[in-house]
């Protein structure tokens, strides 16, 4: 695995860089959060580096630093999303933002990202409150409480089974069955399991 490269940056075309370490060109693509913060071409840059091997290709990916690339890898792990969304997600929101999107369970952030439809942002925004650094939760859980209040979760539980495909009454139905002091996340893998007994 290639988890650093240093050395000069050629040639800057969005998405992708070519840096030269010790000779050898590197093709790479990073997100725009990274592309808007390189030095100009012909000077050095470091990057944390992310491999990706298919059949039909190598692909590296470029970060600034190691929370951004640490963000990607989270991404990546969720079912159904390829490392050019994780990228694409990357470059519409940065990690903080993300977080933050995450702790408020605000889907529609990410759906305004070209590739993420209602469903993905749902799932994506379930899944990563499991897997997001303490930390990192911790800091979006601030920025809410500074920039805003976090909305009421029976009504984020309600927002994510009806974007699941269920209906009003059916959400509704379940919503009733669980414990006021229900979390988002948890709230939405309770009413699935009541759901699915139905």
Same mark, same amino acid.
């Given at each position: 695995?290639?988890?650093?490269?240093?050395?000069?940056?050629?040639?800057?075309?969005?998405?992708?860089?070519?840096?030269?370490?010790?000779?050898?060109?590197?093709?790479?693509?990073?997100?725009?959060?990274?592309?808007?913060?390189?030095?100009?071409?012909?000077?050095?840059?470091? +990057?944390?580096?992310?491999?990706?091997?298919?059949?039909?290709?190598?692909?590296?990916?470029?970060?600034?630093?190691?929370?951004?690339?640490?963000?990607?890898?989270?991404?990546?792990?969720? @079912?159904g999303?390829?490392?050019?969304?994780?990228?694409?997600i990357?470059?519409?929101?940065?990690?903080? &933002?993300?977080?933050?999107?995450?702790?408020?369970?605000?889907?529609?952030?990410?759906?305004?990202?070209?590739?993420?439809?209602?469903?993905?942002? &749902?799932?994506?925004?379930?899944?990563?409150?499991?897997? +997001?650094?303490?930390?990192?939760?911790?800091?979006?859980?601030?920025?809410?409480?500074?920039?805003?209040? #976090?909305?009421?979760?029976?009504?984020?539980i309600?927002?994510?089974?009806? #974007?699941?495909?269920? @209906?009003?009454?059916?959400?509704? @139905?379940?919503?009733?069955?669980?414990p006021?002091?229900?979390?988002v996340?948890?709230?939405?893998?309770?009413?699935?399991?009541?759901? @699915?007994?139905?």
């Amino acid at each position: 695995m290639i988890g650093r490269i240093s050395g000069t940056l050629l040639d800057k075309s969005p998405p992708q860089i070519t840096v030269d370490a010790g000779g050898i060109g590197y093709e790479i693509d990073v997100p725009m959060s990274t592309f808007y913060n390189l030095p100009a071409a012909g000077e050095r840059v470091g +990057l944390f580096t992310h491999l990706v091997v298919r059949e039909d290709a190598h692909l590296l990916f470029g970060f600034l630093t190691e929370e951004e690339r640490a963000m990607f890898r989270q991404v990546l792990k969720i @079912s159904g999303i390829g490392a050019r969304t994780a990228l694409a997600i990357l470059s519409g929101l940065s990690v903080g &933002e993300i977080a933050q999107a995450v702790v408020m369970q605000d889907a529609g952030r990410l759906v305004k990202i070209p590739g993420i439809g209602k469903k993905t942002a &749902e799932r994506l925004l379930l899944e990563l409150k499991d897997k +997001l650094p303490k930390g990192q939760l911790a800091a979006g859980a601030q920025k809410v409480g500074a920039g805003g209040t #976090a909305p009421d979760p029976a009504s984020d539980i309600l927002n994510a089974l009806l #974007a699941l495909g269920y @209906s009003e009454r059916e959400a509704l @139905s379940a919503l009733k069955q669980l414990p006021p002091d229900a979390g988002v996340s948890d709230g939405i893998r309770q009413a699935l399991k009541l759901l @699915s007994k139905a």
